[in-house]
């Protein structure tokens, strides 16, 4: 049996494996913890992309900042890390408490690993990223592990400070303009997490981000380089306040107005969908069926739209017209011809008409995607208000109008899409997307992840019982869901509002897992088992899901096999047994069950006489099965 890695994806190592493809003669090994490994001499790659002699580094048009090759370090270490479920904290589809039987995530933890953890599983499966991370204002707060920087010694400044855990802590409260490192402290935290997030972006998929004008250039700049000048679509203005925030300073600086959503998709020909307003009416009918008549219009011949191919006559066989002076058709030449070959263009008092029919043409009416929401679509303030109502004492200053964020989802989505939102906060994505689902029947899926940000012990939010970020925003979606279950009627029945709750953790696995070499033969003989004491089954099954490529939100039930607990995860696509002395009956029975993947822990086995027969059962009964053991 294969043993399973139990780690995220390698991005350095499957980036040095895609370059060797292409360039094997830049293919080099390096030696590392005494093994050779594969890389790349960068001396013959760059001469592979040059068609001159490259001797140094020349000047060059480029956006950078201190510490920004380690920032591209950091998102490509790999993390040996878990997601261990909290089933406590979990709502069921129906809103149940403690269930697990909810599609939607919502995972407490530092978002850049967990995007490394999600990343080979939703490769490619996510349809839209909202995020709306810390402006740099001055007045918010980030804690994000650095444990690749911290070895390098470079990344953070000698006085950085540390939690409790070792990460280092980004305070952007003191992080003033008048700091050195005011925009690269932020750039630093910003770019591995979108860099690692742009990989779970399916090819139709969008990305929304929330600004303001603090890092509004240097967040189009990191996102142009990440994601692609090309795949920019535009930004949104949103009228995020009504009132002056500070008199004092209201003769000598600006007072925002609106802060803006920059838009990116990575396929600029997606099409977005539209707000439908009405059904087009085709009052009159001939031998063909129904139509309605549509005048050929003109515009302006002059200027960067005009066209001499637009200046032509149109004639029905009866009557001819040219456009006014100075003025051209909408319409070209081969169009106007389709229309009267088909019978379905005349000319009336002078002027060219046509006759629409419905099947050659969009029947509805649709309101456009527009760069811009009033005030009407929610303002901070409404927003704060909007919270309040479900959560009284939640101590968020600055909040999104829900009315927005599900905006975004309808344009932007399809009704089984999964949306991630890696900055949390009070949840408002998951709010919006259980929303739009009781509006419009969709059946979308979100994944929220929320580093649990310590709450200040003075707040009212801390005094409430909110500890952190975290158990404020699970709050929100539980009372979100039962309001939106009690308005919903008979379209609650099928609503998914709730949510399994998973927590970042160190790995489920010993160190004698991922370095048998490097454990002395004492300390070999003290670990008994490869699996850390404290960890349970369904750790073990969360992280073996992701080893797999199996969404978090696949089905999960527990039977019992031959005596022993048996995990089948999505229709018996896996088959999970992580209990102790798994006898030949129990192999045979799971073997018989024919699933797609079996997993077993290395320690499992009754005896030596169950281990050797292990293979021989399943070469009977499934020989497809894929076997793993951890």
């Known amino acids: 049996m294969e043993r399973m890695k139990m780690h995220s994806r390698d991005n350095v190592a499957a980036n040095v494996e895609a370059v060797g493809r292409l360039f094997p003669n830049a293919l080099t090994e390096v030696m590392r913890d005494g093994k ?37 370090l950091a998102a490509n270490a790999p993390v040996a890390m878990a997601l261990r479920p909290v089933v406590a904290d979990s709502v069921g589809r129906d809103g149940t408490p403690g269930a697990f039987d909810s599609e939607n995530l919502y995972i407490e933890g530092d978002n850049l690993d967990v995007l490394k953890l999600l990343q080979e599983t939703y490769l490619g499966k996510v349809k839209m990223i909202y995020i709306d991370p810390p402006y740099n204002t001055g007045s918010d707060a980030f804690v994000y592990d650095d444990d690749f920087a911290m070895e390098s ?40 997490r979108l860099r690692v997030a742009k990989s779970l972006l399916a090819d139709d998929g969008v990305v929304f981000i929330s600004v303001d004008y603090n890092e509004n250039f240097n967040m189009r700049k990191v996102a142009d380089e ?39 998709a990575k396929d600029r020909q997606r099409r977005f969908r539209l707000i439908e307003k009405g059904v087009k009416e ?33 004639s029905d066989t009866v009557s001819t017209v040219f456009p006014p002076a100075g003025k051209q058709w909408k319409l070209g030449q081969a169009q106007v011809a389709t229309y009267l070959k088909n019978g379905d263009l005349f000319i009336r008092d002078g002027k060219p008409i046509i006759k629409m029919r419905p099947d050659g043409e969009r029947n509805e009416t649709t309101e456009p995607f527009w760069g811009f929401f009033d005030k009407s679509m929610g303002t901070a303030e409404s927003a704060k208000k909007e919270l309040s109502e479900l959560i009284e004492n939640h101590g968020f200053e600055t909040v999104k109008p829900v009315e927005i964020i599900k905006r975004l989802c309808f344009h932007a989505t399809d009704k089984d899409a999964i949306i991630l939102d890696f900055f949390s906060g009070s949840a408002t994505t998951a709010h919006a997307v259980m929303q739009l689902n009781a509006e419009d029947g969709g059946h979308r899926k ?12 003075k707040s009212e939010a801390y005094r409430a019982g909110y500890e952190n970020i975290c158990e404020i925003g699970k709050e929100r979606i539980r009372r979100a869901g039962a309001k939106i279950a009690a308005t919903a009627g008979e379209k609650a029945a099928g609503l998914d509002l709730g949510f399994r709750c998973l927590r970042l953790d160190t790995s489920n696995m010993t160190d004698v897992y991922y370095a048998p070499d490097a454990v002395t033969q004492d300390g070999l003989f003290a670990q008994v088992d490869n699996v850390k004491a404290d960890r349970t089954p369904e750790d073990l099954l969360v992280q073996t899901m ?30 999970a047994c992580f209990d102790r002395d798994v006898t030949d009956e129990v192999v045979t029975a799971i073997a018989k069950r024919r699933p797609y993947y079996a997993v077993f822990r290395d320690a499992s086995m009754a005896d030596d006489s169950a281990l050797t027969n292990f293979d021989q059962l399943f070469a009977a009964y499934s020989p497809a099965t894929v076997r793993r053991v951890l």
């Open 153 to 192: 010694g470079e990344f953070v400044a000698a006085n950085a400070p540390y939690d409790e855990h070792g990460n280092v802590v980004y305070d952007f409260k003191k992080n003033l303009d008048s700091n050195g490192r005011f925009h690269t402290d932020w750039l630093n935290m910003i770019y591995p």
């Open 282 to 314: 085709y009052p009159f009918s001939d031998e063909r069926g129904v139509y309605r008549e549509y005048p050929v219009e003109v515009m302006n011949a002059s200027g960067v739209r005009g066209r001499e191919s637009m200046i032509y006559e149109i």
């Open 226 to 264: 990440i994601l692609g000048a090309q795949a920019f679509i535009g930004e949104i203005y949103w009228e995020s306040k009504t009132k002056s925030q500070n008199t004092k300073t209201a003769y000598n600086k600006l007072q925002p107005k609106a802060e803006m959503i920059l838009v990116y």
């Open 446 to 457: 979100f994944i929220m992840v929320q580093l649990p940000e310590v709450t200040d012990e």
């Open 546 to 575: 992701l080893d797999l490529g199996i969404l978090l939100s696949s089905s999960i039930v527990v039977e019992e096999v031959a005596g022993r607990r048996v995990f089948n995860v999505a229709d018996g696509f896996l088959l």
């Open 36 to 72: 050779a490994v594969p890389a790349i001499d960068f001396d013959v790659l760059r001469q592979e992309l040059s068609r001159e002699i490259v001797e140094g580094r020349e000047e060059r048009y480029a956006f950078t900042w201190p510490d920004k090759r380690q920032a591209i």
